[in-house]
């Protein structure tokens, strides 16, 4: 019964671990970090940047890597500031940020679709997109 058990127990690791070496395969193939979710290479550091004259706000970000430091923050026409998306992340999945108005209008949302990690890029509030789940070019 003992070498039964032990038996199980070691399948189970063996198991637990092949799980881990497909996950690191998939995300290495998917061009992105690692299964531990604190890895730098699981997403994207990029910068949302103001080149409208007025002042905008950013703010509610939803999806992966949200940090929450990054509450409502004012952009003045020039102001850029640096965020992180999810790496591997299209469509519901994309990091995403509304965009405003100094009166509160929203003018649209900042939607990263970063499919391969891509530190760097510029997304321009002028190129808001109408919703979350469209993507947003970058420059």
């Given at each position: 019964?003992?070498g039964l058990?032990a038996?199980?127990?070691?399948?189970?690791?063996?198991?637990?671990?092949?799980?881990l070496?497909?996950?690191?395969?998939?995300?290495?193939?998917?061009g992105?970090?690692a299964?531990?979710?604190?890895?730098?290479?699981?997403?994207?550091?990029?910068?949302?940047?103001n080149?409208?004259?007025?002042l905008?706000?950013?703010?509610?970000?939803q999806?992966g890597?949200?940090?929450s430091?990054?509450?409502?923050?004012?952009?003045?026409p020039?102001?850029?500031?640096?965020?992180?998306?999810?790496?591997?992340?299209?469509?519901?999945a994309?990091t995403s940020?509304?965009?405003?108005?100094?009166d509160?209008?929203v003018?649209?949302?900042?939607?990263?679709?970063?499919?391969r990690?891509r530190?760097?890029?510029?997304?321009?509030?002028?190129?808001v997109?109408?919703n979350?789940?469209?993507?947003t070019?970058s420059?």
């Amino acid at each position: 019964m003992r070498g039964l058990v032990a038996g199980a127990l070691i399948l189970g690791v063996v198991v637990f671990v092949g799980f881990l070496i497909a996950a690191q395969v998939r995300m290495d193939r998917a061009g992105c970090g690692a299964v531990d979710p604190t890895d730098p290479g699981n997403y994207s550091a990029v910068f949302l940047a103001n080149d409208t004259p007025r002042l905008v706000v950013v703010d509610d970000c939803q999806g992966g890597y949200c940090r929450s430091d990054q509450g409502s923050m004012p952009l003045a026409p020039g102001e850029r500031v640096g965020v992180d998306a999810a790496c591997a992340a299209s469509g519901d999945a994309m990091t995403s940020w509304r965009v405003a108005s100094a009166d509160g209008t929203v003018l649209g949302y900042v939607a990263v679709d970063t499919p391969r990690k891509r530190d760097g890029l510029v997304y321009p509030i002028s190129r808001v997109s109408h919703n979350r789940f469209t993507a947003t070019p970058s420059l």
